[in-house]
C-alpha cells in the first residue's frame, strides 16, 4: 500500500522504468551470450513499446487509489503505472535476423545509461523527500 504522497510523485513511474531496464538487460545480455548459437533468434524488448505503454497509464487521470466502499471505479494512474510491469512479456519480440554482437553491445550500452539515468532520478526524488521530511531546505 503506498501513501498518497508517494504516489504523486514521481517515485512509481521511476521504478517501472527501472524494472524494465533491469528486464531488457537480462534479454541483451542472453543474446550476447547466444551470439555463437545456431538458429538463435534476437530477443528484445523495445523501449519504445514500453515508452507508449507509460503515455497509456500517464494519461489516466489521477485520482484516489482507494475509493468509497461499494464504488468500483476505473483503474487509477497508480495502479495503471504498477501494471506496465505485467506488459513485458507482450513486449518481448523475436528478431528474424542472426544476432549482430555490435548491435547487442550497443543496445546493451543504451540500455545502461538509460538505468543509470533512471536511477540518478529516483536518487534525487529519495532526497527531495528526505528534505521535505526533515524540513531541511
Known sequence: MTSSWIASTPIPLLEQW?????????????????????????????????????????????????????????PSRLQRIRELSESYPSLLRHDGAEVSLEQQIAELTKNQIMHSLVVSLLNSQFRLLQAAVTERV
Request: proline share 9%; glycine share 6%.
Open 18 to 74: 527501472l524494472s524494465f531496464t533491469e528486464a531488457r538487460h537480462q534479454l541483451l545480455a542472453g543474446n550476447i551470450a547466444n551470439v555463437d548459437t545456431p538458429g538463435y533468434q534476437a530477443r528484445d524488448m523495445p523501449v519504445s513499446a514500453f515508452q507508449e505503454k507509460v503515455r497509456e497509464a500517464l494519461a489516466t487521470p489521477m485520482r484516489s487509489e482507494y475509493p468509497s466502499p461499494g464504488h468500483r471505479s476505473a
